[in-house]
């Protein structure tokens, strides 16, 4: 049974740092682009950051750039997003994402339920 679960998430004052994870079981963990996507309240969810299955290519929206960074442990099957200097704007649920990266999982996609981080002074 294929499962992500993101934790992590919580009440934070802007300026500062969570740590989100997620494990990954049930699949091929090596074999999926892992992302983490964000919902703020009243609006569309949002890619926020992407890794490659080997981890040698990241990648984030502009609007986080210099203040995340993702990782990712393919021992321990978990994906990280470490969010710093956070602002009320990054308040939203975290959603981790698997996507198929190598035959035959192309086209498989996969999401976990998601974890709140609000950010509040």
């Known amino acids: 049974q294929v499962q992500l679960v993101e934790s992590g998430g919580g009440l934070v004052q802007p300026g500062g740092s969570l740590r989100l994870s997620c494990a990954a079981s049930g699949f091929t963990f090596s074999y999926y682009a892992m992302n983490w996507h964000r919902q703020a309240p009243g609006k569309g969810r949002e890619l926020v950051a992407s890794?490659?299955?080997?981890?040698?290519?990241?990648n984030y929206v502009d609007s986080v750039k210099g203040r995340f960074t993702i990782s990712r442990d393919n021992v321990k099957n978990m994906v990280y997003l470490q969010m710093n200097s956070l602002k009320p704007e990054d308040t939203a649920v975290y959603y981790c994402?698997?996507?198929?990266?190598?035959?035959?999982?192309?086209?498989?996609?996969?999401w976990g339920k998601g974890t709140l981080v609000t950010v509040s002074a």
């Open positions: 890794i490659s299955r080997l981890g040698d290519t990241v």
């Open positions: 994402n698997a996507k198929g990266a190598r035959s035959p999982h192309y086209g498989m996609d996969y």
